[in-house]
């Protein structure tokens, strides 16, 4: 259940009730791919960089180690020893990313596996069966990943196409969530919007699956190489036609000022690999600006990666101790970059929670938003 607490212009300030806890909005939520965050960070370091939810990939799963072994040790969250709320997204961005080979259907998509070639069929029910089998708090709707750009037609077509498989996400989810074999019982689900960058196919696509009833809501399909203000355009476009008492999802963004700005169109909730993939290649993330640690300036200097921040690694390390670290390609030095680096992004989201508390955004967004 969504609650809306503050709200301040479009930027909205809310709490998301699950089954497995509660969700404070606007939040970021941490990509542990295959049940693990890139840079050996696990599941119990969460809890020491603020983690609110952990992101698991549906087809990385399927394909290993299969969703039916970790029904077999209880699901993913006891099989990573996660406590709080666990996403699953639908596995269709994979599919449509990564695979080999693929055919679309009304039924569904055959695939060649990006590991050994060999053959898949994912579609609604299946995506929605491996995700009842990894027992998150959240399951993703199944969808079609279109390129952009992408030719309005085909666009139009695989809107429609999109909302039926909805539909039947609904059906497949509502018939297991009743099972005595199912672990979670309570699974939610949300929609996706998609449509390109054409606005009226978006506006459309919003309008159809908010008729439908779930959990929550989310736009698809944006931060795959467009620029950012068309993105923003696309967000504020839509944002009126989202259900305002369900939570809103920005999929797969971004940098720092895109989930401000997003933030202050309305959206609720996101995730990234940024974060992430940046801190393992030495990009760090701090309340001046990014900084890169193998610059050779950072050899002697005896600071934290931040003065401002608090994280584990900041407390501890100094910058010339993790330069080391990551020129002599020790583990170790990705590890404390990652930490940094999502303890960064969860900050940043509790620093705007703060501030549309007090009815500061407006401020906040006019302090960070560059400079971040």
């Given at each position: ?55 698991c990939n ?31 997204d ?15 259907t ?42 952009n750009?992408?030719?309005y ?12 498989w909805?539909?039947?996400?609904k ?59 068309e ?25 720092p ?23 393992r ?7 001046s ?16 990666l ?16 993790i ?31 703060d ?18």
């Open positions: 259940m969504y609650t809306l607490k503050k709200k301040e212009i479009s930027a909205r300030r809310g709490s998301f009730q699950t089954p497995h806890g509660n969700i404070e909005l606007p939040g970021f939520m941490n990509v542990a791919t295959c049940g693990a965050i890139k840079g050996a960070v696990s599941a119990l370091d969460l809890k020491d960089i603020k983690c609110q939810v952990q992101l549906t087809y990385h799963l399927h394909l290993r180690p299969g969703d039916e072994t970790v029904k077999s040790q209880g699901g993913i969250r006891k099989f990573t020893r996660w406590e709080g709320p666990v996403l699953t639908s596995g269709g961005f994979q599919v449509f990313s990564l695979a080999k080979l693929r055919r679309i009304e039924s569904g998509v055959e695939f060649s596996s990006h590991i050994d070639g060999h053959k898949i069929f994912m579609g609604p029910e299946e995506s929605i069966q491996i995700q009842s089998n990894l027992a998150s708090t959240i399951a993703m709707a199944f969808d079609e990943c279109i390129a750009p992408a030719e037609s085909y666009t139009k077509n695989s809107c429609a196409r999109t909302v039926r909805l539909k039947r996400c059906k497949k989810l509502d018939e297991l969530n009743v099972l005595d074999t199912t672990l979670n019982k309570k699974q939610m689900l949300f929609g996706i919007n998609q449509g390109s960058t054409y606005e009226d196919l978006r506006i459309e696509h919003m309008k159809q699956i908010s008729e439908i009833n779930l959990d929550g809501f989310a736009i698809g399909g944006l931060a795959v190489g467009e620029p950012a203000e993105m923003y355009n696309i967000i504020e476009k839509v944002e009126p036609y989202m259900p305002p008492d369900k939570p809103r999802y920005l999929m797969g963004v971004g940098t000022s895109n989930i401000i700005e997003a933030v202050a169109r309305g959206v609720d909730l996101f995730d990234c690999v940024m974060p992430s993939r940046n801190a290649h030495g990009k760090i993330f701090t309340w600006g990014q900084i890169n640690i193998l610059n050779a300036r950072f050899e002697k200097d005896s600071s934290p931040d003065s401002e921040c608090q994280c584990p690694t900041c407390s501890h390390y100094s910058r010339a101790y330069r080391h670290l990551l020129k002599s390609k020790e583990m170790l030095g990705m590890r404390l970059c990652v930490m940094h680096n999502l303890y960064f992004y969860n900050t940043l989201l509790e620093k705007i929670r501030s549309l508390d007090i009815g500061k955004f407006k401020d906040f967004y006019n302090k960070y938003v560059n400079k971040l």
